[in-house]
């Protein structure tokens, strides 16, 4: 049994889809209830509801499991926390395989969701756990691509003009679902970065040659932010703080990485941005 954490997620069930279709059996893991909809067809053997602030709801869900791939519910204000919590329960467990999702570059400390992801890398490599752990890059569905083409408008808080690598998630879920459980990935660290690197101006006209209509890129400024005047939450003022900090970074410096490793992880050049926007046209 594998157990995947914040499986609700769009990391978690394109995590889970591809374990399925490996033939695995997966134990889906989240605080949303609706992560019952994952049994069957989208991949999970079962369901467990529960919080990975829980002591004993992780330990409950680690019961019987071989492997766990943790995957940290993003911009959360608590994620190293939860990180900390899950290794060191999966020690306890006795647990096989640990794969960690983490991110490329985690130490771009100023970056507050690196931060999180690198103090739950470290506390990885102390725990004696055979490990994987996966550094993927900047997500091609970060971008919708029919909505984009159907307003003709790509949209973007951060300069046009800087260059960011990209990575195809089902490319990075692949690589999961073929390393979870496999001794020759152990103690391996993988960034997962795709071959394209382009800013959003160059973005925009691949997406306008896929699908046959004008897209435009256009900058918006930084929203402000939810529950203003004293009244946000925790994890709203964390969030807001993160993404400023994200994008702020973007606009500046850009993103990149080499696609080499996940080239020879897959077998095959990773999927390019013009790929995932004739895919995502298809599947519209």
């Not at 997620?9 to 019952?36: K, M, P, W």
Request: net charge negative; hydrophobic share 40%; with cysteine.
């Amino acid at each position: 049994m594998i157990l995947v954490t914040a499986a609700s997620g769009r990391t978690g069930r394109s995590v889970v889809a591809a374990l399925g279709r490996a033939g695995q059996e997966v134990r889906a893991f989240d605080i949303a209830r609706q992560v019952g909809e994952l049994v069957g067809e989208r991949g999970a053997t079962e369901a467990v509801v529960g919080d990975l602030l829980d002591p004993d709801d992780v330990r409950q869900a680690l019961e019987g499991v071989r492997s766990v791939i943790h995957i940290g519910p993003p911009m959360h204000p608590r994620e190293a926390e939860m990180g900390h919590g899950v290794v060191s329960a999966a020690r306890r467990a006795g647990v096989e395989h640990f794969v960690q999702f983490s991110v490329t570059h985690p130490q771009l400390e100023p970056l507050l969701n690196h931060q999180a992801k690198l103090a739950v890398e470290r506390h990885v490599l102390m725990s004696r756990l055979p490990f994987t752990i996966l550094q993927p890059m900047h997500y091609m569905q970060n971008i919708d691509v029919a909505h984009v083409v159907a307003e003709g408008m790509l949209r973007q808080t951060y300069s046009l003009d800087t260059s960011l690598a990209h990575v195809d998630l089902e490319d990075v879920t692949e690589v999961a679902a073929a390393v979870v459980g496999n001794p020759n990935h152990h103690y391996a660290t993988y960034e997962l970065c795709g071959r394209d690197f382009h800013n959003a101006r160059e973005l925009a006209r691949i997406i306008s040659a896929e699908s046959g209509s004008e897209v435009t890129a256009r900058h918006e400024g930084f929203p402000e932010p939810a529950g203003g005047g004293g009244t946000a939450s925790e994890e709203e003022d964390h969030h807001h703080d993160a993404m400023f900090r994200l994008f702020d970074h973007y606009g500046r410096y850009g993103i990149t990485g080499n696609p080499n490793v996940l080239s020879w992880l897959l077998g095959r050049p990773p999927t390019s941005f013009a790929q995932f926007v004739r895919r995502s046209l298809a599947t519209r």
